[in-house]
């Protein structure tokens, strides 16, 4: 009987009834939900609770964000290699047409200001292209594009917006030959533009020229512009021939040694204005002349 009356040991004892616990966390969840709702109670408690979970969510979506973009990152890198053939492709494709466009800027810059000297010094003319030069190496002549069809005739002066190039010496239909200032056979009159001081140039094959027939002790210095002084009716007066560069004076020598070098372009650029003929100077006046008797005579009678 003794055994029968022995209290169950505490672990066969039993607590609430599930339901009743079920209930208890029911309402209890409810109230919370009502009071976060209402007064944000459980706001300091969420952003504690965050602090440790944020890493661990960050850690276990590591793998599967590393495996998107590492597929965008060889997606894009594929994309931009391909971007890349292509716009190297077009840089290629376009690289003609750029020195082109370049060559283009720069005859049309050469142009304007061809026009630009040409209404400075009120010349007409046209412009033309150099085709080649001469197979001469001790010559300096170049061969222009336009001939006797364009209306072009032997001794037009050929300038470019620097000064002057030379002179057509010989034309063709369809070209023209051109004789340069600095070839041996080629002269031009100039004048000192500082002091007025007139002479000659003379080409010396070498790509200058040298100013002849000036006297040792005249003023002529490095630096000197010359210029035309239209003596010849060929050139207008006024377009720059050279700049002076060299002045040699010797007391042995009647005339200094006065070497100048061209200001135009004359053994580099492709364009060029071939000047109108000029109009033809008026005729020598007559010149008397005496005869025994004392009478004037023309010698043209």
Known sequence: MAVLDHAPPPFFKRGPAPLALLSFYVAFSVALFVLDLRFH????????ISVFTDPLQRLAQAPVRMLFEGSDYFQTLETLQEENRALHAARLEAAPAQSRLEQLESENERLRQLLTLQNREKAAG???????T??????RRVYLDK???QGLI???PVIDEAG??????RVFPFSAEVTLVTDKNQAVPVQVLRTGQRSVTFGLGDGRVELKYIPANADVQVGDVLITSGLDGVYLPGFP????AHVERDNAYAFARIVATPTAAVESHALV????????LPPRPLEPEVDKAGQNKSRNR
């Open 147 to 149: 001939g006797e069809q």
């Open 164 to 169: 002057v190039i030379g002179q057509i010496t």
């Open 241 to 244: 021939v050279a700049k002076v």
């Open 126 to 132: 046209q412009a033309s292209r150099i085709l080649y």
């Open 41 to 48: 109670t459980l706001e300091a408690m969420r952003q504690a």
């Open 154 to 156: 032997t001794g037009q």
């Open 273 to 280: 204005m071939v000047l109108n003929p000029r109009q033809p």
């Open 134 to 139: 001469a197979r001469d190496p001790f010559s």
